[in-house]
């Protein structure tokens, strides 16, 4: 967090992992908007809805990130009436399986439902 940061200066930046003490302020601070970029483990893959936020996977390749994990996260994408949709973007340093099935649900998904 404190490397991006130091690149986005007019933004404010947190952390948080299953392992962060105060992570429920965190997210909280997000939630409100005192907080504009949340660097964040897996821990909010599923069961969280943020409006209006955009979704960066770092290596989007690793095995941690199976096909129905990547769709998850995508679903965090968007998710108000206002801003239904938004940006997804995997990041990898070489493309898989898991990553091209999640494109392809994705891209399915979203036209079935207009977008």
Do not use: W
């Not at 949340?38 to 409006?51: H, Q």
């Not at 206002?82 to 998904?109: C, S, V, W, Y």
């Amino acid at each position: 967090a404190e490397v991006l940061q130091s690149y986005f200066s007019s933004e404010n930046v947190g952390f948080v992992a299953s392992t962060t003490e105060n992570r429920l302020d965190i997210v909280e601070k997000f939630r409100q908007k005192e907080i504009t970029i949340l660097v964040t483990t897996t821990i909010l893959e599923r069961g969280v809805t943020f409006p209006c936020v955009d979704v960066f996977v770092v290596e989007a390749n690793h095995r941690l990130f199976s096909r129905s994990a990547l769709v998850q996260i995508a679903g965090r994408v968007g998710r108000s009436m206002d801003r239904p949709t938004g940006e997804l973007l995997f990041f990898h340093d070489g493309t898989n399986f898991a990553i091209e099935r999640a494109i392809q649900e994705i891209k399915a998904m979203n036209q079935e439902a207009g977008l």
